[in-house]
């Protein structure tokens, strides 16, 4: 990993093309922050509007202070907006107890997925309908905690013609 300096993230220096044509898609590490709580993602308040009582979902300040901190560490690391499929990778890292431990206060592993992959949204991807694979699990523990991010393009070359 290479170190982007003192904003926490890093980047795999061995980025690879991911198509055989050099058509520019590759895939790339990241080492990002610890995500944020599900739970502290999105806020209901109730307001009301013309006489009736409405919820009203919205994202939390905390969330849009997290996807802008990723932001700018994918678009540091070369991080480009891809319009194909992807397959992501995920490795979330709990945070390190000054024990040398792993905390055993820790996000749940499908959570701290989809608050990251809500944070790559519009960055590395245009949707994230466009994640067609899923592949988690927990690492080893680290000082203040991170989420390992691989993204993979899946490209679909056309077969050329008079060769099937």
């Given at each position: 990993?290479?170190?982007?300096n003192?904003?926490?993230?890093?980047?795999?220096a061995t980025d690879?093309?991911?198509d055989?044509?050099?058509?520019?898609y590759r895939?790339?590490?990241?080492?990002?922050?610890?995500?944020?709580?599900?739970n502290?993602?999105?806020?209901?308040?109730?307001?009301?509007?013309k006489g009736?009582w409405t919820?009203m979902?919205?994202?939390s300040?905390e969330a849009?202070?997290y996807k802008e901190?990723v932001?700018?560490?994918?678009k540091?690391?070369g991080?480009?907006l891809?319009d194909?499929?992807v397959?992501?990778?995920?490795?979330?890292?709990?945070?390190?107890t000054?024990?040398?431990?792993?905390?055993?206060t820790m996000?749940?592993?499908s959570?701290?997925i989809?608050?990251?992959?809500?944070?790559?949204?519009?960055?590395?991807?245009l949707?994230d309908?466009q994640?067609k694979?899923?592949r988690?699990?927990?690492?080893?523990?680290?000082?203040?905690?991170?989420?390992?991010?691989?993204?993979?393009p899946?490209?679909?070359?056309?077969?050329?013609a008079?060769?099937i």
């Open positions: 990993m290479v170190n982007l003192e904003y926490g993230g890093e980047r795999d690879r093309t991911a055989s044509d050099g058509g520019g895939m790339i590490t990241l080492r990002l922050p610890y995500p944020i709580s599900n502290l993602y999105w806020r209901t308040r109730v307001i009301k509007i009736k919820a979902t919205y994202v300040a849009k202070a901190h932001s700018w560490l994918a540091a690391a991080v480009k891809l194909c499929s397959a992501m990778g995920y490795v979330l890292h709990p945070k390190l000054v024990k040398g431990e792993a905390s055993k996000l749940d592993l959570n701290a989809k608050v990251t992959e809500d944070a790559l949204n519009g960055i590395a991807y949707d309908k994640v694979e899923i988690a699990s927990i690492g080893e523990p680290v000082k203040d905690g991170a989420i390992t991010v691989t993204i993979t899946i490209v679909v070359v056309a077969a050329q008079g060769l």
